[in-house]
């Protein structure tokens, strides 16, 4: 299943927008439905994007490079800018359904943010920047000072609040 374009996308696309993206390099860890990095196409970027699954790698136009990767295991390179919208609520051992890897995180929600965020300085460019959504239902477990994290942009929805987080190399 390829993950929908949501108000989670929608907010992390919002963040790409304000930035000056010309000639930079970017990468969208998990790209899903593709909209993150064909807005970071039209604001100017060498887009790179990668995901776990070819069938959202094979929708997106070619002058975006495509890597099948579990986050950074097939990733090379550096970037001046990282988004990942991830799984990110918490696992409920009584539902399992289709499609539940697109949005479910690990036990607490926030294994995989856990994850991403220890790898991304690894692949930041001095100045270089990571954007990452986080939702209000996943466990709070210490994300924003584990990582030094700025909060950047938050909407309130009637189940959640989205935030998306921003995380930066000097």
Known sequence: MIYPVSEDTLLLKKQVEQQDLE?????EIGTGN???AETMLEKGAKV???DINKKALD???NQIKTVQSDLFESIEDEFDLICFNPPYLPEDEDKEFDGSETWIGG???TELTEKFLEEA???LRPGGQAFIVVSSLAEDRGLKKDFDLEVVAKEKHWFETLYV????IE
């Open 23 to 27: 000639g930079e390099k970017a990468l």
């Open 34 to 36: 593709g909209l993150i």
């Open 48 to 50: 790179t994007a990668s």
């Open 59 to 61: 929708q997106l136009p």
């Open 107 to 109: 036990k607490q929600g």
């Open 121 to 123: 300085p690894n692949y």
């Open 165 to 168: 987080m921003r995380l930066s």
